[in-house]
Protein backbone atom coordinates (compact mmCIF):
# COMPACT_ATOMS: atom_id res chain seq x y z
CA UNK A 1 0.00 0.00 0.00
CA UNK A 2 1.17 3.36 -1.20
CA UNK A 3 1.86 5.49 2.20
CA UNK A 4 3.54 7.92 4.17
CA UNK A 5 4.44 7.47 7.77
CA UNK A 6 5.66 9.21 11.08
CA UNK A 7 6.25 8.62 14.26
CA UNK A 8 5.65 9.05 16.68
CA UNK A 9 2.21 10.40 16.03
CA UNK A 10 1.82 11.94 19.34
CA UNK A 11 4.51 13.39 21.76
CA UNK A 12 4.61 15.25 24.85
CA UNK A 13 8.20 16.76 25.72
CA UNK A 14 9.85 19.20 27.98
CA UNK A 15 11.61 22.61 26.27
CA UNK A 16 15.03 21.95 25.65
CA UNK A 17 14.96 18.16 24.93
CA UNK A 18 15.74 17.01 21.58
CA UNK A 19 13.68 15.40 19.51
CA UNK A 20 13.23 13.97 16.12
CA UNK A 21 9.94 13.14 14.40
CA UNK A 22 10.84 10.50 11.06
CA UNK A 23 8.78 9.96 8.21
CA UNK A 24 8.77 7.84 5.76
CA UNK A 25 7.45 6.83 2.31
CA UNK A 26 7.13 3.99 -0.02
CA UNK A 27 6.52 5.68 -3.07
CA UNK A 28 9.94 6.53 -4.50
CA UNK A 29 8.65 10.26 -4.48
CA UNK A 30 11.54 12.38 -5.18
CA UNK A 31 9.75 15.61 -3.81
CA UNK A 32 9.01 15.83 0.29
CA UNK A 33 7.77 18.53 2.91
CA UNK A 34 7.22 18.89 6.16
CA UNK A 35 4.29 21.32 7.37
CA UNK A 36 3.06 22.56 10.64
CA UNK A 37 -0.56 23.22 11.43
CA UNK A 38 -1.95 25.46 13.90
CA UNK A 39 -5.22 26.99 14.55
CA UNK A 40 -6.72 29.95 12.27
CA UNK A 41 -2.50 29.84 10.44
CA UNK A 42 -3.28 27.26 8.23
CA UNK A 43 -0.84 24.54 7.05
CA UNK A 44 2.30 26.21 6.45
CA UNK A 45 5.98 24.54 5.25
CA UNK A 46 9.11 24.56 7.33
CA UNK A 47 11.35 22.95 4.89
CA UNK A 48 11.09 20.99 1.92
CA UNK A 49 13.63 18.15 -0.23
CA UNK A 50 14.00 17.74 -3.93
CA UNK A 51 15.69 14.86 -4.09
CA UNK A 52 18.70 13.16 -1.99
CA UNK A 53 21.07 15.67 -0.10
CA UNK A 54 18.68 18.88 -1.89
CA UNK A 55 16.45 20.34 0.89
CA UNK A 56 15.64 24.11 1.28
CA UNK A 57 13.90 25.99 3.56
CA UNK A 58 9.70 26.77 3.83
CA UNK A 59 8.37 29.53 5.22
CA UNK A 60 8.88 28.70 8.90
CA UNK A 61 12.37 26.74 9.40
CA UNK A 62 13.46 28.81 12.54
CA UNK A 63 14.02 26.40 15.39
CA UNK A 64 14.01 22.67 13.01
CA UNK A 65 16.23 21.03 11.04
CA UNK A 66 15.67 18.22 8.53
CA UNK A 67 18.22 15.76 6.86
CA UNK A 68 17.63 13.62 3.52
CA UNK A 69 20.13 11.06 3.37
CA UNK A 70 17.88 8.72 1.55
CA UNK A 71 14.61 8.93 -0.48
CA UNK A 72 12.66 7.71 1.32
CA UNK A 73 13.22 9.14 4.82
CA UNK A 74 12.97 13.06 5.48
CA UNK A 75 13.42 13.35 9.24
CA UNK A 76 12.41 16.56 11.30
CA UNK A 77 14.73 17.46 13.96
CA UNK A 78 13.73 20.13 17.00
CA UNK A 79 17.55 20.93 18.69
CA UNK A 80 15.93 22.49 21.27
CA UNK A 81 12.16 22.68 21.37
CA UNK A 82 9.90 25.50 22.63
CA UNK A 83 6.56 25.77 23.74
CA UNK A 84 5.66 27.66 20.37
CA UNK A 85 6.59 24.74 18.32
CA UNK A 86 3.65 22.79 20.15
CA UNK A 87 1.58 22.17 16.72
CA UNK A 88 0.34 19.63 14.39
CA UNK A 89 2.75 18.49 11.75
CA UNK A 90 2.34 16.40 8.49
CA UNK A 91 4.99 15.38 6.60
CA UNK A 92 3.89 14.98 2.78
CA UNK A 93 5.39 13.35 -0.15
CA UNK A 94 4.99 13.55 -4.16
CA UNK A 95 6.74 12.45 -7.45
CA UNK A 96 8.97 15.24 -8.84
CA UNK A 97 7.54 14.64 -13.01
CA UNK A 98 5.32 11.35 -13.28
CA UNK A 99 2.79 12.22 -11.37
CA UNK A 100 2.91 16.06 -10.60
CA UNK A 101 -0.55 16.80 -9.08
CA UNK A 102 -1.35 14.67 -6.30
CA UNK A 103 0.70 14.96 -2.49
CA UNK A 104 0.31 12.37 -0.12
CA UNK A 105 0.11 13.34 3.35
CA UNK A 106 1.22 11.48 6.65
CA UNK A 107 -1.45 10.58 9.22
CA UNK A 108 0.20 13.93 11.28
CA UNK A 109 2.30 14.11 14.53
CA UNK A 110 0.62 15.86 17.81
CA UNK A 111 3.78 17.66 19.62
CA UNK A 112 3.16 19.32 23.14
CA UNK A 113 6.36 21.27 24.13
CA UNK A 114 6.03 22.07 27.97
CA UNK B 1 5.20 33.65 -2.12
CA UNK B 2 1.31 33.52 -2.36
CA UNK B 3 -1.97 35.44 -1.43
CA UNK B 4 -4.48 32.96 -1.49
CA UNK B 5 -7.66 33.68 0.50
CA UNK B 6 -11.09 31.50 0.91
CA UNK B 7 -13.66 32.06 3.54
CA UNK B 8 -13.46 30.55 6.83
CA UNK B 9 -16.49 29.24 7.35
CA UNK B 10 -19.84 27.99 5.51
CA UNK B 11 -22.45 26.42 6.64
CA UNK B 12 -24.99 23.71 3.78
CA UNK B 13 -27.89 21.35 4.22
CA UNK B 14 -27.92 17.89 3.30
CA UNK B 15 -28.63 17.16 -0.27
CA UNK B 16 -27.80 21.24 -1.17
CA UNK B 17 -24.70 22.54 -3.29
CA UNK B 18 -22.02 24.71 -1.88
CA UNK B 19 -19.24 26.51 -3.60
CA UNK B 20 -16.41 27.63 -1.52
CA UNK B 21 -14.16 30.17 -3.62
CA UNK B 22 -10.82 30.60 -3.84
CA UNK B 23 -8.34 33.45 -5.16
CA UNK B 24 -4.74 33.77 -5.46
CA UNK B 25 -1.78 35.73 -6.17
CA UNK B 26 1.00 34.33 -7.72
CA UNK B 27 3.84 35.59 -10.17
CA UNK B 28 4.32 31.48 -11.25
CA UNK B 29 1.06 30.10 -10.90
CA UNK B 30 1.44 25.89 -12.08
CA UNK B 31 -1.48 24.68 -10.91
CA UNK B 32 -4.19 24.76 -7.99
CA UNK B 33 -5.29 21.98 -6.17
CA UNK B 34 -8.44 21.30 -3.55
CA UNK B 35 -7.86 18.87 -0.53
CA UNK B 36 -10.30 17.93 2.27
CA UNK B 37 -9.34 17.59 5.53
CA UNK B 38 -11.57 16.17 8.15
CA UNK B 39 -10.88 17.17 12.02
CA UNK B 40 -7.62 15.58 13.61
CA UNK B 41 -6.55 13.65 10.09
CA UNK B 42 -4.16 14.43 7.07
CA UNK B 43 -5.37 16.24 4.81
CA UNK B 44 -6.23 14.12 0.81
CA UNK B 45 -6.28 15.27 -2.32
CA UNK B 46 -9.88 15.73 -4.28
CA UNK B 47 -8.92 18.05 -7.67
CA UNK B 48 -6.27 19.38 -9.31
CA UNK B 49 -6.79 21.98 -12.07
CA UNK B 50 -4.43 23.82 -14.15
CA UNK B 51 -5.98 24.95 -17.57
CA UNK B 52 -9.28 27.37 -17.40
CA UNK B 53 -12.52 24.97 -16.64
CA UNK B 54 -14.32 23.07 -14.63
CA UNK B 55 -12.72 19.49 -13.75
CA UNK B 56 -15.82 16.91 -12.69
CA UNK B 57 -15.12 13.93 -10.30
CA UNK B 58 -18.70 12.68 -8.68
CA UNK B 59 -20.43 14.97 -7.02
CA UNK B 60 -17.08 17.72 -6.55
CA UNK B 61 -15.98 20.28 -9.43
CA UNK B 62 -13.69 22.41 -9.30
CA UNK B 63 -12.96 25.49 -11.44
CA UNK B 64 -10.06 27.99 -12.76
CA UNK B 65 -9.60 31.24 -14.19
CA UNK B 66 -6.64 31.60 -14.42
CA UNK B 67 -6.81 35.12 -15.44
CA UNK B 68 -8.82 36.30 -12.78
CA UNK B 69 -6.49 34.09 -10.44
CA UNK B 70 -9.85 32.52 -9.43
CA UNK B 71 -11.27 29.30 -8.15
CA UNK B 72 -13.76 27.47 -6.51
CA UNK B 73 -15.02 24.56 -5.11
CA UNK B 74 -18.49 22.87 -5.82
CA UNK B 75 -20.29 20.30 -3.87
CA UNK B 76 -23.45 18.43 -4.83
CA UNK B 77 -25.58 16.45 -2.75
CA UNK B 78 -23.75 16.90 0.42
CA UNK B 79 -23.64 14.67 2.74
CA UNK B 80 -23.05 15.11 6.53
CA UNK B 81 -19.69 13.05 5.64
CA UNK B 82 -18.42 16.15 3.43
CA UNK B 83 -18.62 18.07 7.01
CA UNK B 84 -14.84 19.50 6.78
CA UNK B 85 -12.43 21.70 6.08
CA UNK B 86 -11.18 22.53 2.61
CA UNK B 87 -8.35 23.59 1.43
CA UNK B 88 -7.20 25.50 -1.69
CA UNK B 89 -3.07 25.55 -2.47
CA UNK B 90 -1.72 26.93 -5.13
CA UNK B 91 1.97 25.85 -6.68
CA UNK B 92 4.40 28.00 -8.10
CA UNK B 93 6.91 28.04 -10.66
CA UNK B 94 7.23 24.34 -12.02
CA UNK B 95 5.79 20.78 -11.51
CA UNK B 96 8.85 20.55 -8.79
CA UNK B 97 7.15 23.73 -7.33
CA UNK B 98 5.83 24.73 -3.84
CA UNK B 99 2.66 24.25 -2.66
CA UNK B 100 1.26 27.33 -0.89
CA UNK B 101 -1.91 26.20 1.16
CA UNK B 102 -4.87 28.72 2.32
CA UNK B 103 -6.03 28.96 5.58
CA UNK B 104 -9.17 26.40 4.94
CA UNK B 105 -13.05 26.82 4.81
CA UNK B 106 -14.20 24.99 7.16
CA UNK B 107 -17.79 23.73 5.85
CA UNK B 108 -20.68 22.40 8.24
CA UNK B 109 -23.39 20.46 6.79
CA UNK B 110 -26.62 20.62 8.85
CA UNK B 111 -29.18 17.69 8.58
Known amino acids: EAQVTQNPRYLITVTGKKLTVTCSQNMNHEYMSWYRQDPGLGLRQIYYSMNVEVTDKGDVPEGYKVSRKEKRNFPLILESPSPNQTSLYFC?????????????FGPGTRLTVT | GQNIDQPTEMTATEGAIVQINCTYQ??????LFWYQQHAGEAPTFLSY????GLEEKGRFSSFLSRSKGYSYLLLKELQMKDSASYLC????????????FGRGTQLTVWP
Open chain 1, 92 to 104: ASRAGQAHPYEQY
Open chain 2, 89 to 100: AVREGSTLGRLY
Open chain 2, 26 to 31: TSGFNG
Open chain 2, 49 to 52: NVLD
